[in-house]
């Protein structure tokens, strides 16, 4: 079963990057089986999807952040990051990273869905 | 941007109890819809998948219906652990959205 477990720091000042990974247990990043992506939950707020990288490095962004955002995946210590630049206070939430999974829907395609959760990691954009 | 709108936005209800939380999409989404629990402090957990789709190891008390725009989660018989709050989520088309929330609590 897979786990994740996000870390970086809690505190960023504003106008730097926002940096945070995700570190995979009990799964590959490299494996072809998930996506592998980020959300975030402002205080009070809703959840909001960051985007994706997908196992053969293609990425899909929120186009609110897309000129923002950067995520990759670093195969060799089983790790998927994220990095959002120029951050302000704003972007202060809780960050979840997640895996992606599909199943085959009724007709053609995939229903996708977030199978996987960690814990969440509180970022504050402040002075 | 496909909008999704939950509700009620707060529900109290009793250990026991029959819930329904509806979700509604700004255009057709198919039965592209997830169903997600949150609790502070915790991993969220995928609940109901593809509308309909029961997540391994959820409790079968809940379940998930509907298609094109309307849809709902039916928690039957409430347990102490299912009070927290859920969230919809269009996976139709990117950017992904969500709805925003429906937090379930003890009456």
């Known amino acids: 079963q897979v786990q994740l477990q996000e870390s970086g720091p809690g505190l960023v000042k504003p106008s730097e990057t926002l940096s945070l990974t995700c570190t995979v247990s009990g799964g590959s990043v490299s494996s072809g089986s998930h996506y592998w992506n980020w959300i975030r939950q402002p205080p009070e707020k809703g959840l909001e999807w960051i985007g994706y990288i997908s196992y053969s490095g293609s990425t899909n962004y929120n186009p609110s952040l897309k000129s923002r955002v950067t995520i990759s995946v670093d195969t060799s210590k089983n790790q998927f990051s994220l990095k959002l630049s120029s951050a302000t206070a704003a972007d202060t939430a809780v960050y979840y990273c997640?895996?992606?999974?599909?199943?085959?829907?009724?007709?053609?395609?995939?229903?996708?869905?977030?199978?996987?959760w960690g814990k969440g990691i509180t970022v504050t954009v402040s002075s | 941007d496909i909008q999704m709108t939950q509700s009620p936005s707060s529900l109290s209800a009793s250990v026991g109890d029959r819930v329904t939380i509806t979700c509604r999409a700004s255009q057709s989404i198919g039965s592209h819809l997830n169903w997600y629990q949150l609790k502070p402090g915790k991993a969220p957990n995928l609940l109901i998948y593809g509308a309909s789709s029961l997540q391994s190891g959820v409790p079968s008390r809940c379940s998930g219906s509907g298609s094109g725009t309307d849809f709902t989660l039916t928690i039957s018989s409430l347990q102490p652990e299912d009070f927290a709050t859920y969230f919809c989520q269009q996976s139709y088309s990117t950017p992904w959205t969500f709805g925003q929330g429906t937090k379930l609590e003890i009456k």
């Open positions: 997640a895996t992606v999974a599909w199943a085959a829907a009724a007709g053609t395609g995939y229903y996708y869905y977030m199978d996987v």
